[in-house]
């Protein structure tokens, strides 16, 4: 069946540091894929999305691509922040139905900490 | 985005007892809906879909008679833990689908611990 994979965590970084956390996947047909936050005491938010192979997807300075070739779509940030500070979850999701949304299958999440 | 509101956000109960978990989409009609559980330090795993006014698919493993969910209307979900047990001790989250937007939203959870 579909899966991803995330890197396991946690992930500590000073400030200012350059981030990325690898994400691949496993799916049948042309899923869509998604990177998700949450921030202690919150739940999930969408960071950003793809939802063809190449797109890139992009957000408050983190960015993915869609590589088909090499079933990833790894989260990049240049210069991370203490607010950056989460769980981060990868995910794929396949259509429902005749909807644009579909249920999502997520890896097993990232806790990135970043230090001052 | 749309608005996804879960109540309550926090129980405690002994065990052998029946919580509910309501989940509202406030703002739009969500044809279906998505339940998920979260255990401490671990991924989010879907339990079941539900289509208003129809039976939920639960996913493999899932107990559809100790996991009950209604979703009765556009706006309104429930899941019913009923019978609950320390091992149903999780964080639960509702997610709705079926609206004009393209992404899936979020409800804030409900952490549930059964003593």
């Known amino acids: 069946g579909d899966s991803v994979t995330q890197m396991e965590g946690p992930v500590t970084l000073s400030e200012e540091a350059f981030l990325t956390i690898n994400c691949t996947y496993t799916a049948t047909g042309y899923p869509s894929l998604f990177w998700y936050v949450q921030y202690p005491g919150e739940g999930l938010q969408l960071l950003l999305k793809?939802?063809?192979?190449?797109d890139k997807g992009s957000n408050k300075g983190f960015e993915a691509t869609y590589r088909k070739e090499t079933t990833s779509f790894h989260l990049e940030k240049g210069s991370v922040q203490v607010s950056d500070s989460a769980v981060y979850f990868c995910?794929?999701?396949?259509?429902?139905?005749?909807?644009?949304?579909?249920?999502?299958?997520f890896g097993q999440g990232t806790t990135l900490q970043v230090k001052p | 985005g749309a608005v996804v509101s879960q109540h309550p956000s926090r129980v405690i109960c002994k065990s052998g007892t029946s919580v509910k978990i309501e989940c509202r989409s406030l703002?739009?009609?969500?044809?279906?809906m998505f339940w998920y559980r979260q255990f401490p330090k671990q991924s989010l795993m879907l339990m079941a879909t539900?289509?208003?006014?129809?039976?939920?698919?639960?996913e493999q493993g899932v107990e559809k008679d100790k996991f009950l969910i209604n979703h009765a209307s556009l706006t309104l979900s429930t899941l019913t833990v009923t019978s609950a047990h320390p091992e149903d001790s999780s964080f639960y989250i509702c997610s709705p689908g079926g609206g004009s937007y393209n992404e899936q939203f979020f409800g804030p959870g409900t952490r549930l611990t059964v003593l």
């Open positions: 539900s289509n208003e006014g129809s039976k939920a698919t639960y």
């Open positions: 995910a794929l999701s396949t259509p429902h139905g005749s909807s644009n949304t579909g249920k999502l299958i």
């Open positions: 703002d739009f009609q969500a044809t279906t």
């Open positions: 793809a939802t063809k192979a190449d």
